[in-house]
């Protein structure tokens, strides 16, 4: 997948396709069993590897790098 390239993990990854399609944080962390912290923390690292500035932007640029814009 594209997001290999960015040095994404695959909990990351999937988180990312959550983000991509308006999955609310509280539902991705019921879906993947993760703690908001625990989500919080893949989120900030997502944007630094992504170089997203807020969560709208990372949000944008995971669209863009799926074609889903």
């Known amino acids: 997948m594209?997001?290999?390239?960015?040095?994404?993990?695959?909990?990351?990854i999937d988180i990312a396709g959550l983000l991509i399609h308006n999955v609310s944080l509280n539902q991705i962390a019921e879906t993947t069993g993760l703690s908001k912290k625990l989500l919080t923390a893949h989120i900030k690292n997502m944007m630094q590897k992504?170089?997203?500035?807020?969560?709208?932007?990372?949000?944008?640029?995971?669209?863009?790098?799926?074609?889903?814009?």
Request: hydrophobic share 40%.
């Open 50 to 69: 992504i170089k997203a500035s807020d969560m709208n932007s990372l949000i944008k640029l995971l669209k863009i790098k799926l074609n889903q814009v």
């Open 2 to 12: 594209e997001f290999k390239k960015e040095g994404l993990v695959d909990r990351e």
